[in-house]
Nanobody, 119 residues
């Protein structure tokens, strides 16, 4: 069983910063791509950013220059540093991981963490 546990969400004023973390645990062979997605009320879940095992990243245009993804492969953890936050960044943020098990690959999602940007 593989679990993704997110932390770091909360309430922040516009222009502020937050740092999200997502740690994978359980029995697996390796993790390839990890990423962050978000879902605002009444909207579909959307890509924020992904990072592969080699460090190649893919950012949504809306967060380029403000958000930075990083990962610690030894700890199976991915981080999202969010700066210059805007009210439109308010959403539930979900971690996603492409996990290679012994006989197959499978996608896992975290439970989500709320980020609210408001004055």
């Amino acid at each position: 069983q593989v679990q993704l546990v997110e932390s770091g969400g909360g309430l922040v004023q516009p222009g502020g910063s937050l740092r999200l973390s997502c740690a994978a645990s359980g029995s697996f062979f390796s993790i390839s791509t990890m990423g962050w997605y978000r879902q605002a009320p009444g909207k579909e879940r959307e890509l924020v950013v992904t990072i592969d095992s080699g460090g190649t990243t893919n950012y949504a245009d809306s967060v380029k220059g403000r958000f930075t993804i990083s990962r610690d492969n030894a700890k199976n953890t991915v981080f999202l540093q969010m700066n210059i936050l805007k009210p439109e960044d308010t959403a539930v943020y979900y971690c996603k991981a492409h996990v290679r098990l012994i006989l197959r690959a499978q996608i896992y999602w975290g439970q989500g963490t709320q980020v609210t940007v408001s004055s």
